[in-house]
């Protein structure tokens, strides 16, 4: 049994099925808003309008919720992500306004989670199971990434695409957190700016 799965037990009737789900969306909310170590089980479920009781009956601790709250956060990410790509008309858009839009769509989809990302920068280094977790989910990203430079590599100019996958990812990730979560001195615009001609100059000129 995976970890998950030892600290959850799957509701199968639908009032179960929603008094779970009010429980993830509270824990959400109160990870984002006060933290997770300021967060206690008891608030979770008043916020959730369940008992504690209840709540223990789907989870053994709040560390469990937020697991389950960390894969639905990835998992609403990469569909953002993969709806985004799957819309872009690659005919009318050049390389910098095409890596432009995808950075733009990147910022928006971060900051819907600004204070529950903000709290797993924190968990990450406090936590070695999440850490496990969110690079897993790091590795999806850089797996992405490959997957759209590999659709464009009769353009593209460097000639390590798994290295250049990794290169791109990170930079974008980086620029895209300090732009949406980190206190700046340089304005949001002139960082995306750059990070475009950057990435533009590297894979195609």
């Known amino acids: 049994m995976s970890e998950l799965d030892d600290k959850i037990r799957t509701p199968q009737q639908n009032r179960s099925i929603k008094k779970k789900e009010a429980i993830?969306?509270?824990?959400?909310?109160?990870?984002?808003?006060?933290?997770?170590?300021q967060t206690n089980t008891k608030q979770i479920a008043a916020a959730a309008g369940v008992s504690t009781g209840s709540f223990y009956s789907y989870f053994i601790?709040?560390?469990?919720?937020?697991?389950?709250?960390?894969?639905?956060?990835?998992?609403?990410?990469l569909a953002r992500?993969?709806?985004?790509?799957?819309?872009?008309?690659?005919?009318n858009l050049n390389k910098r306004d095409?890596?432009?839009y995808l950075v733009d769509s990147l910022i928006l989809s971060h900051e819907v989670y600004a204070?529950?990302?903000?709290?797993?920068?924190i968990m990450y280094l406090s936590d070695e199971g999440i850490k496990q977790l969110m690079d897993q989910q790091y590795d999806v990203g850089r797996r992405i990434t490959l997957d759209y430079l590999m659709l464009d590599?009769?353009?593209?100019?460097?000639?390590?695409?798994?290295a250049a996958s990794i290169v791109v990812f990170e930079s974008v990730n980086i620029i895209v957190d300090t732009i949406v979560f980190s206190t700046r001195?340089?304005?949001?615009?002139?960082?995306?700016?750059?990070?475009?001609n950057m990435i533009v100059k590297y894979l195609y000129e």
Do not use: C, T, W
Not at 24 to 37: N, P
Not at 61 to 77: G, M
Not at 155 to 162: A, G, N, R, W
């Open 153 to 162: 590599k009769q353009q593209i100019k460097v000639s390590d695409l798994e």
């Open 61 to 77: 601790d709040k560390r469990a919720v937020f697991i389950i709250v960390l894969k639905n956060y990835s998992d609403e990410l």
């Open 98 to 100: 095409l890596i432009a």
């Open 81 to 91: 992500v993969e709806a985004l790509l799957a819309e872009i008309n690659h005919d």
């Open 24 to 37: 993830i969306q509270a824990a959400m909310k109160l990870f984002s808003d006060k933290g997770y170590h």
């Open 115 to 121: 204070g529950f990302h903000k709290e797993l920068s």
């Open 185 to 196: 001195s340089i304005p949001a615009e002139r960082l995306k700016s750059e990070l475009v």
